[in-house]
């Protein structure tokens, strides 16, 4: 299997490698007046023997008192300190050290009062130093400001940031993370003040975009959770290290990449769906689609079986592309269960899948299971679905949110993956059942599309990274703690080019065939290569075949006494009208009638007084004419993009018409 050595970078310096460079700097002003002490008494001892004489002493001594002075003088005038108190203290300090270098110079160091007075002075002044400045830092004996770089910087700053009256204190340290406790103004901020400005926290800092990451504190709504780790570290490709847990169930966690604190991403598929959204050149396809896919191809429940001594539930995957064909899922092929490529293909495996659904929650719930659960004798399904949108301009969309709920607890996943997942490409009941992973888009409003609200409110950015920091990503869904739902990660690379990550997939995808991953027996009747529409297999196109029943017989049989035998000769008809009367056929429609027809019955709506209407109001035109529901969906679509109509509300789930829709 061809696997890469996992490489994380790692920068020289971090950002709380310079927060505790800045706390060490301090650490020294502690030690500074000791040292200055012992260079003064040896600069005292140096002068008495360069300068002491008895003809010239006295000259001596007025010289270097006038020194002291003008140096006292200099002290008190550049002094910084802020206070009344700290002034005097210097300057004094100053003063008081030069006098006793003067008389050091006149009697000399072995002088029994001076010596004695110089030790006991120096401590005493070193001392003095040393609580002026743990008490400048606020609290020596408090938790979280000295002993706590993080507090002390946060405390030196927080108000350039407008968070006076707020304290930030280490809860835990890593080698790669620091997570921390914010508290906030009670009664003044929450949580999601501290979320808004994160940015103007970190520049106040002096740390680099993307360090920090705020949530909301479950316990106390005057508090918020704070992640700081240096984004830096995540700049360069991580390579696929192989599967986490081959042999593994579905309900083990994936590992499709690495969080930004350098920790591994521990992601659960089962129970809920997911979206994955990115433009063009973000990796969402190899970083993304890859990466999960080459954890779930592994999963073939035999380790699971070994440990718990339970049947080994294999993971089956389906997939579709109708759009790339083969570009995604092709190196993958031999590890899929079944792939369709055509619009024909997409529509029968959605209507397989939504056959066999009740024979699997009927098979979980006689074993007394409320849900999928591994075990349970069911394979665990995933259908994945790669450039959505145009998958579901063909499908009937009602259908496969029908099929989405019921397949949550029947043991399976939905995954689609969009370039942009707005109310006209994704139905908002699809989305409402989905998690998240975004990757870089153009800009904020694309990152709404592919975001949580509680992804939004922590801070997560997709659009800083747009298309150039490909694989990097946020993950948001029901297994993932809230905390790291803003945390950057970075899905893994399968190569350093194009050709070596195909290279590397398909060996991958040879060694996990789905052959070895054997589906439970109802899953496999939608498995076999019969049940796939290959494209030269296709029934053909679906105006061709969508009025296929009114060519059936409508009337009672004319004479049921008449039986035919297998060798039977079949007489032709008599002249005249034929016996039979078949239905009439439906009204066949060119594309420009079609389209007539549909602006017809819009402003028909809207002289009867009708300003909104839901798909459900157009049933006559599909139900008359040749018309199919999808061509209506995406022809509203297009009208609404064209400002024919106004819009579409994705609450009420309803066309908008501010004005007569005019073609």
Request: charged share 25%; with cysteine.
């Amino acid at each position: 299997m061809a696997r890469g050595k996992e490489i994380v970078p790692v920068q020289e310096e971090s950002s709380l490698a310079k927060v505790a460079a800045r706390e060490a700097s301090r650490l020294v002003t502690l030690v500074t007046p000791w040292i200055t002490g012992v260079f003064a008494y040896g600069l005292a001892v140096a002068l008495h023997y360069i300068l002491y004489s008895p003809d010239t002493i006295a000259g001596w001594s007025s010289f270097t008192t006038i020194c002291v002075l003008v140096l006292t003088g200099i002290t008190y005038g550049q002094s910084h300190a802020r206070g009344t108190w700290g002034k005097v203290h210097t300057t004094l300090s100053t003063f008081l050290a030069g006098m006793w270098t003067v008389a050091v110079v006149i009697s000399g160091p072995g002088h029994p009062v001076l010596w004695r007075l110089g030790v006991v002075g120096g401590i005493t002044m070193a001392l003095s130093w040393n609580i002026r400045t743990v008490i400048r830092l606020k609290g020596w004996d408090q938790p979280g400001t000295f002993s706590d770089p993080l507090s002390f910087l946060f405390d030196r700053t927080k108000g350039d940031a407008g968070f006076s009256g707020a304290k930030m204190t280490t809860v835990e340290q890593g080698e790669a993370k620091i997570k921390a406790r914010l508290d906030l103004p009670a009664g003044e901020k929450v949580a999601e003040d501290a979320q808004k400005k994160a940015g103007y926290l970190e520049s106040a800092m002096h740390l680099p975009p993307g360090t920090m990451s705020v949530t909301t504190n479950r316990d106390d709504a005057a508090a918020a959770d704070v992640t700081l780790s240096d984004p830096r570290v995540m700049e360069k490709p991580i390579h696929w290290p192989g599967p986490s847990r081959p042999g593994g169930s579905a309900a083990d966690p994936l590992q499709p990449g690495i969080w930004q604190d350098l920790e591994k991403v521990l992601y659960l598929v089962t129970g809920h769906h997911l979206q994955i959204m990115g433009m063009t050149g973000s990796a969402k396809s190899f970083g993304g689609a890859w990466s999960l896919l080459g954890e779930l191809i592994t999963r073939d429940g035999t380790r699971h079986a070994e440990e718990t001594g339970e049947s080994a539930d294999a993971v089956v995957v389906l997939g579709i592309d109708i759009t790339k064909g083969e570009q995604t899922f092709g190196p993958l092929r031999p590890a899929l269960h079944r792939l369709e490529t055509t619009e024909e293909g997409a529509k029968k495996l959605i209507d397989d899948l939504e056959s066999i659904l009740k024979k699997r929650t009927d098979w979980l719930s006689e074993r007394d299971y409320l849900k999928w659960a591994p075990g349970c004798g069911l394979s665990y399904i995933v259908l994945w679905i790669e450039e959505a949108a145009d998958v579901f301009d063909v499908i009937d969309m009602d259908k496969f949110n029908r099929l989405m709920k019921a397949l949550r607890s029947g043991g399976g996943t939905v995954v689609y993956s969009l370039q942009r997942g707005d109310s006209t490409q994704v139905p908002t009941l699809t989305k409402g059942q989905a998690g998240y992973m975004c990757f870089g888009v153009a800009n904020s409003h694309d990152a709404s599309w592919g975001l949580s609200e509680a992804m939004e409110a922590a801070g997560a950015q997709p659009e800083l990274w747009e298309n150039r920091s490909p694989g990097m990503a946020y993950l948001g869904a029901p297994t993932i703690p809230r905390e790291r739902i803003a945390l950057p990660m970075r899905a893994y690379d399968w190569g350093a080019t194009d050709e070596e990550r195909n290279r590397a997939m398909r060996a991958h995808a040879a060694d996990w065939p789905a052959s070895a991953r054997t589906p439970d027996p109802i899953t496999a009747t939608i498995c076999s290569p019969a049940a796939s529409v290959d494209g030269q297999e296709a029934a053909g196109d679906d105006e061709d075949v969508k009025n296929v029943s009114s060519e059936y017989l409508n009337t009672d049989d004319p004479d049921p006494d008449v039986q035919g035998g297998i060798d039977d000769e079949i007489d032709d008809l008599p002249d005249g009208e034929p016996p039979l009367e078949f239905a009439p056929p439906a009204q066949s429609m060119t594309a420009e009638e079609r389209g007539a027809a549909l602006m017809k019955r819009l402003q028909e709506l809207w002289d009867d007084g009708a300003r909104d209407f839901s798909s459900g109001d157009l049933k006559p035109l599909w139900e008359t004419t040749d018309m199919s529901r999808s061509w209506v969906q995406k022809t509203l679509k297009r009208l609404v993009q064209a400002g024919i109509m106004g819009g579409y509300d994705d609450e009420a789930q309803r066309y908008l018409m501010p004005e007569r829709p005019e073609a």
